[in-house]
């Protein structure tokens, strides 16, 4: 359960810093690049609707160009590892995936969604086998697209349902 009081009735173990009613991590949630704060989806929706442009961890401007959030990214993913690395790793990936403030190289996101899915991120393990059926960045491997795609599917992630589908898995 990702709320305050939940089915479990148990307590967070990482509330978001502005509700504390839910797991930071909850629902596709927003982070800041430069600090490595997440905040829940629902609040990520909230502070874009209202039109809040900081970190409300540490202040940061938030709506910055791409290249300066690859510069924070590479800036945070250098601190010792923490919750924010596997998080900020995906990130990277879908940053070189689409060219957003770096030179598009779907070589680079792999490497990047794999070290973020061998640690257990379901949206890189997702995106690490759409890469592997479709083969971007890497040789065409439906076994690899299988096996990534379960373990993403394994934690819930939406998309990786359907991907099974389409896998015959």
């Not at 839910?22 to 829940?40: I, K, T, V």
């Not at 900081?54 to 940061?60: E, H, K, N, S, V």
């Not at 945070?76 to 995906?90: N, W, Y």
Request: charged share 20%.
């Amino acid at each position: 359960d990702t709320t305050r009081g939940g089915a479990t009735g148990g307590a967070l173990k990482y509330p978001c810093p502005v509700c504390l009613d839910r797991e930071d991590d909850a629902d596709e949630p927003g982070m800041c690049f430069a600090c490595g704060q997440m905040f829940c989806g629902g609040c990520k929706a909230s502070m874009i609707q209202q039109g809040v442009i900081d970190c409300p961890t540490c202040r940061a401007v938030l709506g910055v160009s791409p290249a300066e959030n690859v510069r924070r990214l590479r800036l945070l993913l250098a601190r010792p590892v923490g919750r924010h690395t596997m998080h900020g790793q995906h990130t990277l990936g879908v940053v070189y995936q689409d060219g957003r403030g770096v030179a598009q190289d779907d070589a680079e996101a792999v490497r990047w969604y794999r070290l973020a899915a061998d640690q257990g991120a379901a949206s890189a393990q997702f995106n690490l086998a759409i890469c592997y059926r479709r083969g971007l960045g890497v040789a065409e491997d439906f076994a690899q697209a299988r096996r990534w795609v379960h373990l993403a599917a394994d934690q819930g992630h939406p998309g990786a349902l359907a991907a099974l589908l389409e896998l015959g898995a």
